[in-house]
């Protein structure tokens, strides 16, 4: 048997937009420009005893956006079953402090209780398409 044809590409080649580098470089330096001023902001405005909780939880979300974005794809499954356990302790958290005579207090809870079930039931239903995905049709 002949081997198949070599397949040519019909579509023309991707060129990029002019400028599209030079905005897509502004950005991220007026992101981060405004991220450092609005950090420095609650440095100045907020009392001493709050800073060091406030450093653990920039640190903490710099580590991770770290971790998450450096992620091979092999490990994206278990990756999303850590975030699903990790939401799963949140509305543990947020239940303990529905309680609260602080209003705020439970706002924040009432939000974190939220969108931690949008990420436990997003993760539910990713894992169940992809569990079909492997499911042989009889």
């Known amino acids: 048997a002949a081997p198949p044809p070599p397949q040519t590409s019909s579509s023309a080649a991707v060129t990029p937009q002019p400028g599209s580098k030079e905005r897509s470089v502004l950005g991220s330096v007026v992101g981060l420009t405004v991220v450092i001023g609005l950090i420095l902001g609650v440095g100045a405005l907020a009392p001493k005893s709050f800073m060091?909780?406030?450093t653990v939880f920039v640190l903490a979300v710099f580590v991770g956006w770290q971790v998450i974005w450096n992620v091979t794809p092999a490990l994206h499954t278990p990756l999303m079953s850590?975030?699903?356990a990790i939401?799963?302790?949140?509305?543990?958290?947020a239940l303990l402090q529905m309680s609260s005579t602080s209003g705020l207090v439970t706002l924040l809870a009432i939000v974190a209780l939220f969108v931690s079930s949008i990420n436990i039931f997003g993760g539910f239903w990713v894992t169940q398409r992809m569990l079909r995905m492997f499911r042989k049709d009889t």
Do not use: P
């Open 87 to 93: 939401s799963g302790i949140i509305v543990v958290g």
């Open 82 to 84: 850590v975030t699903n």
């Open 52 to 54: 060091g909780h406030f």
